[in-house]
């Protein structure tokens, strides 16, 4: 166990739909990044936001948005879906900013677009 | 970008020590090396990382070329919780915008 939590563990939902996935980082850390992780991408990197403030961005669609909250747990929005938004989304959680922190990954949640 | 290269599967038997190879040609004077291994149906789990120097944790070692092009992750004795996808990762870029890009891996199947 990680320590980080991610909810919900499955979701299925329509196209065209709009969902938020949630993440509670591991106690004490500031940092929190998203992943995406299908079959034919493989794991990229999304987005990262460091104690409210967003701090790096990958390869995330402009139908995606993320935000970090006070309480430092964070949501993923992801609007206008397509089939091929369907994967699993990791979340991971570090207590600094930069990668030579350890990033502990949460469970993930498995998205499927019908 | 400097990119990683790395088998795409590797056996080893249990109780055996497993040598993981990771080239990295372009790496840049700044850039760490970082392994992240993915146990099936699980999130991607920290393993070690380095700069220069070999480093050693509870997990694993890491095993860094003088020239730093290439980089071996040894899990001294394998066990049969020890199969997952093992990525080498470049990290690139000022510090405060450090991102880990996932590269294929390799898969490491271990035998009983």
């Known amino acids: 166990d990680s320590g980080v939590t991610q909810t919900p563990k499955h979701l299925i939902t329509a196209t065209g739909q709009r969902v938020t996935l949630r993440c509670s980082p591991r106690s004490g850390d500031l940092s929190v990044y998203w992943y995406q992780q299908s079959l034919d991408q493989g794991l990229q990197f999304l987005i990262q936001y460091y104690n409210g403030e967003e701090r790096a961005k990958g390869n995330i669609l402009e139908r995606f948005s993320a935000q970090q909250f006070p309480d430092l747990h964070s949501e993923l929005n992801l609007s206008s879906l397509e089939l091929g938004d369907s994967a699993l989304y990791f979340c991971?959680?570090?207590?600094?900013?930069?990668?030579?922190?350890?990033?502990?990954f949460g469970p993930g949640t498995r998205l499927t677009v019908t | 970008d400097a990119k990683t290269t790395q088998p795409n599967s590797m056996e080893s038997n249990e109780e055996e020590p497993v040598h993981l190879p990771c080239n990295h040609s372009?790496?840049?004077?700044?850039?760490?090396i970082h392994w992240y291994r993915q146990l099936p149906s699980q999130g991607p789990e920290y393993v070690i990382h380095?700069?220069?120097s070999n480093v050693n944790n509870r997990m694993a070692s890491l095993a860094i070329a003088e020239d730093r092009k290439s980089s071996t992750l040894i899990l001294h004795r394998a066990t049969l919780r020890d199969a997952a996808v093992y990525y080498c990762?470049?990290?690139?870029?000022?510090?405060?915008?450090?991102?880990?890009?996932f590269g294929t891996g390799t898969r490491l199947q271990v035998f009983p």
């Open positions: 380095g700069l220069t």
């Open positions: 372009t790496i840049s004077g700044t850039d760490y």
């Open positions: 990762i470049l990290s690139h870029g000022v510090y405060n915008t450090d991102k880990l890009i």
């Open positions: 991971a959680s570090s207590p600094g900013q930069g990668v030579i922190y350890e990033q502990y």
